[in-house]
Nanobody, 124 residues
Framework: QVQLVESGGGLVQAGASLRLSCAASGRAFNRYAMSWFRQAPGKEREFVATINQSGGTGDYADSVKGRFTISRNNVQKTVSLQMNSLKPEDTAVYYC?????????????????WGQGTQVTVSS
């Protein structure tokens, strides 16, 4: 069992930066691929970024590539999302998720555990 708690969301202006954090509790954090998803009002939850178990490989949605960076610390059991050059279209609730099997990680159905989400609002 893994519990995930996100933090770091807020209201910022376009062009600003935010850093989201996800704290995990439970066992075997380093066995899970970790990802960030987001969901805007009236839209489906979408993949943002993922990082493998060791933290050596990351992948990103095209919409955030070059602006967002995912990282993890397996000792502290945290995963972070550094978001730079934020745009109004980045406005959403951001969710942290853990997958025991690193298969089709762009799909929400691939994940075993989810956090409760943190709101990010970017004003123009």
């Amino acid at each position: 069992q893994v519990q995930l708690v996100e933090s770091g969301g807020g209201l910022v202006q376009a062009g600003a930066s935010l850093r989201l954090s996800c704290a995990a509790s439970g066992r075997a954090f380093n066995r899970y691929a970790m990802s960030w998803f987001r969901q805007a009002p009236g839209k489906e939850r979408e993949f943002v970024a993922t990082i493998n178990q060791s933290g050596g490989t990351g992948d990103y949605a095209d919409s955030v590539k070059g602006r967002f960076t995912i990282s993890r610390n397996n000792v502290q059991k945290t995963v972070s999302l550094q978001m730079n050059s934020l745009k109004p279209e980045d406005t959403a609730v951001y969710y942290c998720a853990a997958a025991s099997r690193a298969i089709m990680l762009e799909r929400t159905t691939s994940y075993d555990y989810w956090g409760q989400g943190t709101q990010v609002t970017v004003s123009s």
